[in-house]
């Protein structure tokens, strides 16, 4: 407990200004520092949101992507085990399937030959879906694209499927686009929000979420929508996009298009290689209510400031009335270094009062006498000190160690657990064991040990002085059994 520090400053009134100047100085600083840097934690705090939305809309969409797989995976499942020996036979079957929001169902042969409308065969030459459908294994999914029958965006997923006498071929179920659009739809704070779908590798965004609500469903450019973007934040503008191309999970950018800041965040998509949710926040949209949060931020630390002169007047005044007895106060033993028993007696109070369950430890160095008087006094405060740097080693966090006399030591700890203490107890008995005092005395010494009475707070007693003598008490039945041993009183 090195309390050297504290005694300075209670013992002069200089430290008192001191302080007051550091803390005016330091809350100042504090007041000036929020006020210039404001403008960036609204920014930020704008990212975060935008972060939170787009995690949450990417989730989502992740959710009902993984839904639709099932639901391929399910009937393609199904029709598997009914054993089909033509695709003609399971396309008859397949245009009997009706699914919420599923637009067209059908059928690629073993050698490329799809069975269904023939709008639905343009679409797979225009939009090289044959190639996504080879990719499935067992489930490959095509990105969004605009189906001519109905006018709207699509998406289609691809499933395995064995039939006949192992003949391989792939079932198809094309979706509506928009049921994903009103996933991210339902995620939306303000209207000022906007949510788009991009696919990183053509910079192509899809809205879903924004101000002009006839715009949901539209298709643009991300690189020719930012065209407006200010010319000093096009480069940051281009990392993030950077970030996209590469893959990486998620990315944030902040830009400003004439007087607006915007916030812009991506997240990966997780069953939609590529494509990525953006969520962009205009700043205006949590300013107002971030500048009110600003002003009552400063009002508390006014107020705090008030509150924290008055309690440094308190501890001066306090501290000058107990400054004769702190002044007077030896903290350590001047030979071991450990707490005299004056300084252990004062921080043993506290530290029970703050305690759930603690344990006391009485230590008394076995034929130490005996020691100091046939070798002399250096070979005792010898043994003293190795004894207490042992103690000291095996007990040192949350724990207080004192030389209450001659060679006698307490130390209190805070205790999780009896077999904790007992293990720290076994170990510091090894350690005196191994205590060395030198050749010529070695040879005539038997092995260092010490005996040790245990009490613990407060199943066996509730204040410091009964749990010393209950301590005390167990350290005498050490002795009367022969020494070298440590006992909890019972």
Same mark, same amino acid.
């Given at each position: 407990?090195?309390?050297?520090?504290?005694?300075?400053?209670?013992?002069?009134?200089?430290?008192?200004?001191?302080?007051?100047?550091?803390?005016?100085?330091?809350?100042?600083?504090?007041?000036?520092?929020?006020?210039?840097?404001?403008?960036?934690?609204?920014?930020?705090?704008?990212?975060?949101?935008?972060?939170?939305?787009?995690?949450?809309?990417?989730?989502?969409?992740?959710?009902?992507?993984?839904?639709?797989?099932?639901?391929?995976?399910?009937?393609?499942?199904?029709?598997?085990?009914?054993?089909?020996?033509?695709?003609?036979?399971?396309?008859?079957? =397949?245009? *009997?399937? $009706?699914? #919420?929001?599923?637009? %067209? +169902?059908?059928?690629?042969?073993?050698?490329? !030959? @799809?069975?269904?409308?023939?709008?639905?065969?343009?679409?797979?030459?225009?939009?090289?879906? =044959?190639? *996504?459908? $080879?990719? #499935?294994?067992?489930? %490959? +999914?095509?990105?969004?694209?605009?189906?001519? !029958? @109905?006018?709207?965006?699509?998406?289609?997923?691809?499933?395995?499927?064995?039939?006949?006498?192992?003949?391989?071929?792939?079932?198809?179920?094309?979706?509506?686009?928009?049921?994903?659009?009103?996933?991210?739809?339902?995620?939306?704070?303000?209207?000022?929000?906007?949510?788009?779908?991009?696919?990183?590798?053509?910079?192509?965004?899809?809205?879903?979420?924004?101000?002009?609500?006839?715009?949901?469903?539209?298709?643009?450019?991300?690189?020719?929508?930012?065209?407006?973007?200010?010319?000093?934040?096009?480069?940051?503008?281009?990392?993030?996009?950077?970030?996209?191309?590469?893959?990486?999970?998620?990315?944030?950018?902040?830009?400003?298009?004439?007087?607006?800041?915007?916030?812009?965040?991506?997240?990966?998509?997780?069953?939609?290689?590529?494509?990525?949710?953006?969520?962009?926040?205009?700043?205006?949209?949590?300013?107002?209510?971030?500048?009110?949060?600003?002003?009552?931020?400063?009002?508390?630390?006014?107020?705090?400031?008030?509150?924290?002169?008055?309690?440094?007047?308190?501890?001066?005044?306090?501290?000058?009335?107990?400054?004769?007895?702190?002044?007077?106060?030896?903290?350590?033993?001047?030979?071991?270094?450990?707490?005299?028993?004056?300084?252990?007696?004062?921080?043993?109070?506290?530290?029970?009062?703050?305690?759930?369950?603690?344990?006391?430890?009485?230590?008394?160095?076995?034929?130490?006498?005996?020691?100091?008087?046939?070798?002399?006094?250096?070979?005792?405060?010898?043994?003293?000190?190795?004894?207490?740097?042992?103690?000291?080693?095996?007990?040192?966090?949350?724990?207080?160690?004192?030389?209450?006399?001659?060679?006698?030591?307490?130390?209190?700890?805070?205790?999780?657990?009896?077999?904790?203490?007992?293990?720290?107890?076994?170990?510091?008995?090894?350690?005196?064991?191994?205590?060395?005092?030198?050749?010529?005395?070695?040879?005539?010494?038997?092995?260092?040990?010490?005996?040790?009475?245990?009490?613990?707070?407060?199943?066996?007693?509730?204040?410091?002085?009964?749990?010393?003598?209950?301590?005390?008490?167990?350290?005498?039945?050490?002795?009367?059994?022969?020494?070298?041993?440590?006992?909890?009183?019972?």
């Amino acid at each position: 407990m090195d309390s050297k520090n504290e005694l300075k400053y209670l013992k002069g009134g200089k430290y008192f200004y001191i302080t007051l100047i550091i803390c005016l100085i330091v809350f100042l600083g504090a007041i000036t520092f929020l006020i210039s840097a404001f403008n960036r934690l609204i920014v930020q705090h704008d990212e975060k949101l935008s972060g939170e939305i787009c995690t949450i809309v990417s989730e989502k969409m992740s959710n009902s992507l993984l839904f639709m797989t099932d639901s391929a995976l399910e009937v393609s499942s199904v029709l598997s085990a009914q054993k089909f020996n033509s695709p003609e036979e399971i396309y008859e079957v =397949l245009k *009997t399937y $009706k699914g #919420a929001q599923i637009i %067209s +169902i059908g059928f690629i042969d073993e050698n490329g !030959k @799809i069975y269904s409308s023939e709008s639905e065969e343009e679409e797979f030459e225009k939009w090289n879906l =044959l190639e *996504t459908a $080879k990719k #499935a294994a067992p489930v %490959s +999914i095509s990105a969004p694209y605009r189906s001519k !029958k @109905i006018g709207q965006p699509v998406i289609t997923f691809f499933t395995d499927f064995e039939y006949g006498t192992s003949k391989h071929g792939y079932m198809f179920m094309t979706y509506l686009f928009s049921s994903l659009q009103e996933v991210a739809a339902t995620q939306s704070l303000t209207n000022d929000i906007e949510i788009w779908l991009m696919d990183a590798k053509s910079s192509n965004i899809i809205q879903c979420v924004g101000s002009d609500e006839h715009a949901s469903g539209s298709w643009a450019n991300a690189y020719l929508a930012m065209q407006n973007i200010n010319p000093e934040d096009k480069a940051d503008f281009d990392r993030w996009h950077d970030r996209m191309t590469q893959g990486a999970t998620n990315a944030a950018v902040s830009y400003k298009i004439e007087d607006t800041i915007y916030s812009q965040f991506c997240s990966a998509i997780e069953y939609m290689p590529g494509w990525y949710v953006v969520v962009r926040i205009p700043g205006n949209v949590l300013s107002a209510t971030m500048q009110i949060f600003r002003n009552y931020v400063i009002l508390f630390i006014l107020v705090l400031l008030v509150i924290v002169f008055i309690l440094v007047s308190i501890m001066y005044i306090s501290g000058k009335r107990e400054n004769l007895m702190l002044s007077q106060l030896s903290i350590n033993d001047p030979l071991t270094g450990v707490l005299n028993r004056r300084a252990f007696e004062l921080a043993a109070e506290q530290m029970l009062s703050d305690s759930k369950e603690a344990a006391i430890m009485f230590f008394d160095i076995d034929y130490f006498k005996q020691v100091n008087d046939a070798f002399g006094h250096d070979a005792g405060d010898k043994l003293l000190v190795a004894f207490s740097d042992a103690l000291k080693k095996n007990f040192s966090e949350n724990c207080l160690v004192s030389r209450f006399g001659g060679d006698e030591f307490i130390v209190l700890t805070n205790m999780k657990s009896k077999d904790q203490v007992t293990e720290r107890l076994q170990q510091a008995t090894e350690d005196v064991h191994a205590i060395k005092l030198g050749d010529d005395i070695q040879d005539k010494v038997s092995v260092i040990s010490f005996s040790a009475g245990v009490a613990s707070y407060p199943k066996d007693a509730s204040s410091l002085l009964d749990l010393q003598k209950c301590a005390d008490a167990a350290l005498y039945t050490v002795k009367e059994r022969g020494r070298n041993a440590y006992l909890w009183y019972s």
